[in-house]
Every structure is written in C-alpha cells, then in structure tokens.
Antibody, heavy 119, light 107 residues
C-alpha cells in the first residue's frame, strides 16, 4: 500500500523555525516529484511548493507566500521529504500535507501534521 | 497565477441524487485538471485526473468532463460515503492552485 506519513508539527512562536518530515512507503520514492500543500483551519487547500526528482536535478519551486522562508528537500535513501520553515508567521498556521505526483497529478496524499504559530 | 473558481461552495443533497460541481479556470489549462475528495481528518483522495480520467479504485458513479477553462465533476447517484468536501486543482502551471472547495452535505 502506498503511504505518506507526515510528522514534526508543533506549536512555535512567531519568527521561529520548524522542520517537517514526510516518509514514503509502498512505492519508489526517488522516481517522483513531491509537493507540500497546507490547509489553514477551516480553509481550503493551498500549494506550498514542490521538489523534482534527481533526474530533474531536485529543482524546487515555491508559492510566493513562503518563498525565501521555506525550503523543501528530500533524502531518497531514506524515502523522506522535508519542509524547513523559518521566520514563521501566524498565517502559516495550518495542517501541512505532502503529496506524490504521478505525471502532473497528486495521486497519493498524507493525512498531514499540524503547525500552530502563536505566542 | 491561475485562479480556480468552484461552484457551488456548498450543496445539500440526498442519497441517490445526481450532483454536479463546476470549476472554472481564469485561463486555459487544457485538461490539466484533477478532482480530490476530502473527509474530515483524512488524507485527500484523488478521484479524477486529466479532467476526465477515473483514478483506479474510484467508483464509476464519479465522472469528470471539460477542457480549457470549464470543468465539471458529476456524481451520478450519491452514496452515504460521498458526503465530503471536493476540490478541483489545476496542474497546468505553478503555482498549483485549487478551487475553494465544495462542501457536500446530507439533506
């Protein structure tokens, strides 16, 4: 069974940092682009960013709202995806989900991990 | 950025009803459109990709259509497990964008 499990969510103060992880199982992680998506409380889905596969040079792309503050990385040897978040703002409070891309489409999602930014 | 506008934002329907949700893109996205179902506390689930292709394992009562800027998700006969929130998503270009969601409730 293909599965993605996020972890690392926590309560953090504004201006703080946090690193989220997403561990994949049941498929060849290294073959796939991976996305991060977030969902603020009671809101819809917002794309955070993407990392391509090794074949495509691990190129990353970000939403304007997180560009320069968030960094996406991956460790294919550990089947793991990461989201390093810094200079956190209260508006970054959300459930963060990772997703696998198959061609252009996000076909496997995790359940998410909760990040709360508050003093 | 490509804006995705879904309608309606909420919908009350009964088991057995036929339901149509629409999604409009602010510019042409060809067929780079997918539909996802989300239930509270659960991972979203891909239902339809490439505008009209049914994801493996998804019941055939779900169907999608459209291309360019206008798309629809149809549920032919609502089942109790279909009450959830539905999102369209364009993957034509980054930043990837989602519709605001359609909450499907039991009448």
């Amino acid at each position: 069974e293909m599965q993605l499990v996020e972890s690392g969510g926590d309560l953090v103060q504004p201006g703080g940092s946090l690193r989220l992880s997403c561990v994949a199982s049941g498929f060849t992680f290294s073959d796939h682009y991976m996305d991060w998506v977030r969902q603020a409380p009671g809101k819809g889905l917002e794309w955070v960013g993407r990392i391509r596969s090794k074949v495509h040079s691990y190129i990353t792309e970000y939403a304007a709202s997180v560009e320069g503050r968030f960094t996406i990385s991956r460790d294919d040897s550990k089947n793991s995806l990461y989201l390093q978040m810094s200079s956190l703002k209260t508006e970054d409070t959300a459930v963060y989900l990772c997703g696998r891309l198959d061609y252009h489409y996000m076909d496997v999602w995790g359940k998410g991990t909760t990040v709360t930014v508050s003093s | 950025d490509i804006q995705m506008t879904q309608s309606p934002s909420s919908l009350s329907a009964s088991v057995g009803d036929r339901v149509i949700i629409t999604c409009r893109a602010s510019q042409s996205i060809s067929s780079y459109l997918s539909w996802h179902q989300q239930k509270p506390g659960k991972a979203p689930k891909l239902l339809i990709y490439a505008a009209s292709s049914l994801q493996s394992g998804v019941p055939s009562r779900f169907s999608g259509s459209g291309s360019g800027t206008d798309f629809t998700l149809t549920i032919s006969s609502l089942q109790p497990e279909d009450f959830a929130t539905y999102y369209c998503q364009q993957s034509y270009s980054t930043p990837i964008t989602f519709g605001q969601g359609t909450r499907l409730e039991i009448k």
